[in-house]
């Protein structure tokens, strides 16, 4: 019978060749993921605790760059309006061109074209008293506009304070540069998920980016180059301990 007897010094080049390979396409994922986050999205850092609990001060998160043609409602945008200061804010969309925006109804709740709306990310807060806002209002959005609340009801300075301004509290479209997606820091943070409630309104909610394929690609990517780089050193060290055994 005759067959082929591997060595170490085959097991060793098998080794450093799947080492290599894993690296390779470790770098590739990693630093093309890195790429295409780059392009989708910009990180933002959270200046004020006007979106608490669901951002809070210092947080940092990721922004997909989109217009404002492809927001909906429930989602958090960053804008900046002249009209409200000329700086970078971040808040959440309740209300868009032709919506009736109002507080509250008999549960408390924010209402949109008269139907309730549920908010689980708002947080018990005794000067709310369990409503929506602890002041009533009313605003017709125009076309064009959108209507936007802090999730921190007590100290938001949003739309409701605007409520006197030609456009009835609403910024344009045009303000809008991005829509948070997901915490990067502190770790844990995750994705933000697009409320329910305003699924069943007309043009429903948006779809979440690419964030999640784009930080597996940057993880996995970092798994691969570190275990591709162990890998060679340790197969070579193994395939050196059996030689030495056989030796003996």
Known sequence: M??????????GRLGNALSGLAVAVGCVLFLGG??????EYKPYTV???????????GDRVLAQRIDGSKVRRGDVVIFQDPA??????????????????????????????GKGIAE???QNNPLTKGRASATDF?????????????????????SRVHLQDAEHGSVPLSTVSARVDAIAWPLGGGVLDRPKAFSAL??????????????GSVL???????????????TQRLGRKKAVAGVR
């Open 2 to 11: 005759s067959g082929t007897v591997r060595t170490s010094g085959d097991r």
């Open 220 to 234: 996995l990517g970092l798994l691969l180059i570190l275990g591709g780089a162990a890998y060679g050193p340790l």
């Open 138 to 158: 009313t605003a017709k959005v125009p076309e064009g506009q959108l209507f936007v609340l802090g999730d921190e009801r007590t100290n938001s300075m949003d």
């Open 202 to 215: 007309p043009g429903g909610v948006s779809q979440l980016g690419p964030v999640k394929l784009v930080l």
């Open 84 to 113: 409200w200061g000329d700086m970078p804010m971040v808040k959440r969309v309740v209300g868009v061109g032709g919506d009736k925006v109002a507080c509250c109804d008999s549960q408390g709740r924010l209402t949109v074209n």
């Open 47 to 57: 200046p004020t605790d006007s979106m608490t609990p669901t951002v809070k001060v």
């Open 34 to 39: 890195f790429a295409w986050g780059a392009v």
């Open 120 to 122: 689980p990310y708002l």
